[in-house]
């Protein structure tokens, strides 16, 4: 069974730089790739980048592209999303999760394996 845990959430002023981890133990046949979603308080949660099981390719939402980069160090099964230019809009509690099936890296319901989640609050 796969097990996620980010961290790395922490409180910033807005123009900081956070970057966040993610450690995942055990392996799926399943497994296409790793992800991050975002979810702020009263909103659902969405998409925020990707990137392939052999790291490959990556995939943001519009909204983080030019700012935010993930990587994988697939030696030590970690994930990373440095976020720079951070704005208060960006203030939510991060996930990471492990994509097991689909195309469309969008959806959270092509992810399995979820984390506890890490908050990251910007303020301006």
């Known amino acids: 069974q796969v097990q996620v845990v980010e961290s790395g959430g922490r409180l910033v002023q807005a123009g900081e730089s956070v970057r966040l981890s993610c450690a995942a133990s055990?392996?799926?046949?399943?497994?296409?790739?790793m992800g991050w979603f975002r979810q702020a308080p009263g909103m659902e949660r969405e998409f925020v980048s990707g990137v392939t099981w052999s790291g490959a390719f990556t995939y943001y939402a519009d909204s983080v592209k030019g700012r935010f980069t993930i990587s994988r160090d697939a030696a030590k099964d970690t994930v990373y999303l440095q976020m720079n230019n951070l704005k208060p809009e960006d203030t939510a509690v991060y996930y990471c999760?492990?994509?097991?099936?689909?195309?469309?890296?969008?959806?959270?319901?092509?992810?399995?394996?979820w984390g506890q989640g890490t908050q990251v609050t910007v303020s301006s």
């Open positions: 055990g392996r799926t046949l399943r497994t296409s790739g």
């Open positions: 999760a492990v994509k097991t099936r689909g195309s469309e890296w969008y959806r959270a319901t092509h992810y399995d394996y």
